[in-house]
C-alpha cells in the first residue's frame, strides 16, 4: 500500500515554464515532508523541506505548497531551467519509537526543454 | 563532505547465488537504509538500522537479510537471488533520530543489480 501518492509519473515543460508536482499522503502522524532530486546515475539529495506547522517553504526557485487538512503538498519549480530536469520523489517521515524513517512516492521525471 | 559508498555501481549475478551488496559511510551516522528504486514504484525501503547490530524490517524485506558490524557499513543480502530482485539498490544513512530537526538522508550513487 502507497502511504505516499505522487502525480504526475512525468511531465515535459519549456524553459521558463512553473512545473509543479503534487503528493498526497495517508497517514496523519507524517510531521515531516521533504522533496528529493535525482539526477541520472547519482543517488537522491534532498532538495527543499517543510513540517506541518507552516503552508509554504521556499528556497530559490523551489517552493513547497502544504495543505494539512487535505493530506497535500506540492512542489512548484520557478522559471524552470534544462539544468532542473531529473526525477523528484516527495517523501513523508514519522518519528517513531525506533526512529524516523522516510517513505518516497512513486517519484515524477521532469523534462525542462530548452 | 559527506559520503556514501556502495561497493559496486553495477552487478549480474544468476538465479539463487546468494549476493552481498556493501555500503560504507564515513559520517558517524547512527541510521542506515537499504532501498530498491523500480519505475513507477519509486523507493521502497527494505531494510534499515538505528545502530550496530540492531536492524529493522522495512516495507519489502522477503528475500533479502541485512548485517551491521560496524557503525560505518550496512550490508544488504540476497540469500538466493531471484529475476524479480533485479532493481537498482540504494544505500543511505542519516544522523541520529535525536537530533529531531534533521533527518536528511544522504544517498550512495546506486547498485544496478541484474539476476540472470
Known amino acids: 500500500q502507497q502511504q505516499v501518492k505522487q502525480s504526475p509519473q512525468s511531465l515535459i515543460v519549456q524553459k521558463g515554464g512553473i512545473p509543479i508536482i503534487n503528493c498526497a499522503y495517508e497517514n496523519t502522524a507524517f510531521d515531516y515532508f521533504p522533496w528529493y532530486q535525482q539526477f541520472p546515475g547519482k543517488g537522491p539529495a534532498l532538495l527543499i523541506a517543510i513540517r506541518p506547522d507552516v503552508s509554504e517553504k521556499k528556497e530559490g526557485r523551489f517552493t513547497i505548497s502544504f495543505n494539512k487538512s487535505a493530506k497535500q503538498f506540492s512542489l512548484h519549480i520557478m522559471d524552470s531551467q534544462p539544468g532542473d530536469s531529473a526525477t523528484y520523489f516527495c517523501a513523508a517521515s514519522i518519528e517513531e519509537t525506533s526512529g524516523s524513517r522516510l517513505t518516497f512516492g512513486e517519484g515524477t521525471q521532469l523534462t525542462v526543454n530548452p | 563532505d559527506v559520503k556514501v559508498t556502495q561497493s559496486s555501481r553495477y552487478l549480474v549475478k544468476r538465479t539463487g547465488e546468494k549476493v552481498f551488496l556493501e555500503c560504507v559511510q564515513d559520517?558517524?551516522?547512527?541510521?542506515m537504509f537499504w532501498y530498491r528504486q523500480d519505475p513507477g514504484l519509486g523507493l521502497r525501503l527494505i531494510y534499515f538500522?538505528?545502530?550496530?547490530?540492531?536492524?529493522e524490517k522495512g516495507d519489502i524485506p522477503e528475500g533479502y537479510s541485512v548485517s551491521r558490524e560496524k557503525k560505518e557499513r550496512f550490508s544488504l543480502i540476497l540469500e538466493s537471488a531471484s529475476t524479480n530482485q533485479t532493481s537498482m539498490y540504494l544505500c543511505?544513512?542519516?544522523?541520529?533520530?535525536?537530533?529531531?530537526?534533521?533527518?536528511?538522508?544522504?544517498f550512495g550513487q546506486g547498485t544496478r543489480l541484474t539476476v540472470v
Open positions: 543511505a544513512s542519516s544522523s541520529d533520530r535525536t537530533q529531531v530537526l534533521n533527518t536528511e538522508a544522504f
Open positions: 538500522s538505528y545502530d550496530v547490530k540492531m536492524k
Open positions: 559520517m558517524d551516522h547512527e541510521n
